[in-house]
């Protein structure tokens, strides 16, 4: 059973910037892909960005590319979420979520384990 444990969320003005943190228990991080999600207020959950586990590959949403890095360290068993020129529709609850797979993966459906999530307020 791997438990994860976000941080890092908080309220910050637009054009501001936080950094998530994801820290994951048990010894096979280094093994498992990793994703970020969002989910706003009356809305569905959206994927935000993920990792494979080497921390060489990575993918975003169109709407945090060019905003927002993904990054692991695999000695702390940590996946991180920088967040870059935020903005108030960046406003939600920040999930990270793991999989045991060497591949890459942008649904919701096919992880495994979900942390408890960490709010994310920005103001206009």
């Known amino acids: 059973q791997v438990q994860l444990v976000e941080s890092g969320g908080g309220l910050v003005q637009a054009g501001g910037s936080l950094r998530l943190s994801c820290t994951a228990s048990?010894?096979?991080?280094?093994?498992?892909?990793m994703g970020w999600f969002r989910q706003a207020p009356g809305k569905e959950r959206e994927f935000v960005a993920a990792?494979?586990?080497?921390?060489?590959?990575?993918y975003y949403v169109d709407s945090v590319k060019g905003r927002s890095t993904i990054s692991r360290d695999n000695a702390k068993n940590t996946v991180y979420l920088q967040m870059n020129s935020l903005k108030p529709e960046d406003t939600a609850v920040y999930y990270c979520?793991?999989?045991?797979?060497?591949?890459?993966?942008?649904?919701?459906?096919?992880?495994?384990?979900w942390g408890q999530g960490t709010q994310v307020t920005v103001s206009s």
């Open positions: 048990g010894r096979t991080f280094n093994r498992y892909a």
């Open positions: 990792i494979n586990w080497s921390g060489g590959t990575t």
């Open positions: 979520a793991g999989k045991a797979t060497d591949g890459l993966i942008t649904s919701g459906d096919y992880y495994d384990y």
